[in-house]
Structures are given as C-alpha cells and as structure tokens.
C-alpha cells in the first residue's frame, strides 16, 4: 500500500542554520505530496505542496521539490528560526481509490536561540 | 469560517467509562477524516467519510471505537468502554471534494486521557 518515510526527530539546530527533514514515499500512479506543520497545542496546518513531478512547493521560506525519480519530498529552509520550531509532517494524497492522506510520523524541530 | 470545530479540548475520564468526541466539519466540505495522534504511532487514519457514508474504517483500532456522521455538519466518535491505551490525541479533519490536491483542514484536537 501506499505509505511516508520520514527522518526521525527530535532535529535540533541553532538560528539561521540551513534546515533539511528528508521524507520518501510509496505510491501507486502519481500522488500529490504535502508538508504540514503542528505548532504546540494545535491541529496540523498545511505549509506547501506539489501535485506532480519536478514541481516546487514553497512558502514562509520553506521549499520542498516532488521528485519522482527518487520518490522523495524533502523538506528545507535556508535559515530557520525559533518560531519554526514545530513538529512537520510530510504527506501523500492518494489518487486512486479513497483518495485518502497518508502521514509520515513526524519529526520534531527543536530551533535554540 | 470557524474551521474545523472538535470537542471537548480535554477529556479525563476512568477505564470503562464511555468517552464521546465530536466535531463539526467546514461547511460545504465532502470529506470527513478521524486521525489519532501518540508518541508511539504518530498520526494514524481511523475512519474517513465522503459525503456522510463511511468509505474506509480499517483503521478502526478495535469493536470499541465506531464513529458517525448524521449530517453534513456533524460527527462523532465514541469509544466504549474506554481503556488507558486509548489515550492520544483524536483529530477531525475535513476537505472538499475528492480531488488528491486538495488540502485537509484540522481542528484543534481532543486530548483523550483514559486513567
């Protein structure tokens, strides 16, 4: 079946360092690919997302390119703040079938001052 | 529009007791998910629905757990009897229509704690 594999956290890293949280994935046909974000004590928030191959997703300074000759979507950002301490999620939509979302499990950010 | 609306925000209830969670969907929205969240198994689909009828429960823990969707702007899940390993937190989700590219807008969760 369909499924996400996400770098295991926690990830830590300084202010302004260059952040990368690798995700691949399984799929039948040519899902969309996602990547939200959980901020304490909320639910999860989309960040960006790619609906097909060699698309870029990007927003608040974070990118992630769908590449599917490696069936990857890693995460990155150039400098990462302490506000972007989160826990992220990468995801797949299905195409096919249910059309359901599959998560990866996360991996928690940690950013220190 | 308010979003994704669950509660309670906490529940705390005893082993054996029957725990009801709910939540309203973002009006006009065909899709309606249930996900758990833990430590141990991140974020886990249990049942979603499309256009109020129950497409794919296999992720249904156990007998236990059944969940609902009367109308359009309604669902629960209940779980009955609760036990401590069902302590997590159970997230609504919802999208429009069917299309893959379509994102999904959560609600803010119910932390379940089952003593």
């Known amino acids: 079946g369909n499924s996400v594999t996400q770098m295991e956290g926690p990830v830590t890293l300084s202010e302004e360092a260059f952040l990368t949280i690798n995700c691949t994935y399984t799929?039948?046909?040519?899902?969309?690919l996602f990547w939200y974000v959980q901020y304490p004590g909320e639910g999860l928030q989309l960040l960006l997302k790619?609906?097909?191959?060699?698309d870029k997703g990007s927003n608040k300074g974070f990118e992630a390119t769908y590449r599917k000759e490696t069936t990857s979507f890693h995460l990155e950002k150039g400098s990462v703040q302490v506000s972007d301490s989160a826990v992220y999620f990468c995801?797949?939509?299905?195409?096919?079938?249910?059309?359901?979302?599959?998560f990866g499990a996360g991996t928690r950010l940690f950013v220190k001052a | 529009d308010a979003g994704v609306i669950q509660s309670p925000r906490h529940e705390v209830t005893e082993m054996g007791q029957e725990v009801t969670l709910r939540c309203k969907p973002i009006s006009g929205h065909d899709y309606l998910f249930w996900y758990r969240q833990t430590m141990m198994r991140g974020l886990e689909l249990l049942i979603y629905?499309?256009?109020?009828?129950?497409?794919?429960d296999s992720g249904m823990p156990e007998d236990r757990f059944s969940a609902k969707m009367p109308n359009a702007s309604f669902s629960t899940l209940k779980i009955q009897p609760s036990e401590p390993r069902d302590s997590a937190v159970y997230f609504c989700?919802?999208?429009?229509?069917?299309?893959?590219?379509?994102?999904?807008?959560f609600g803010s969760g119910t932390q379940l704690s089952v003593l």
């Open positions: 790619a609906t097909k191959a060699d």
């Open positions: 989700a919802s999208r429009a229509r069917d299309r893959r590219n379509e994102k999904l807008f």
């Open positions: 629905f499309n256009n109020n009828v129950p497409i794919d």
């Open positions: 799929a039948t046909g040519y899902p969309s």
């Open positions: 995801a797949l939509g299905e195409n096919t079938g249910g059309f359901k979302t599959i």
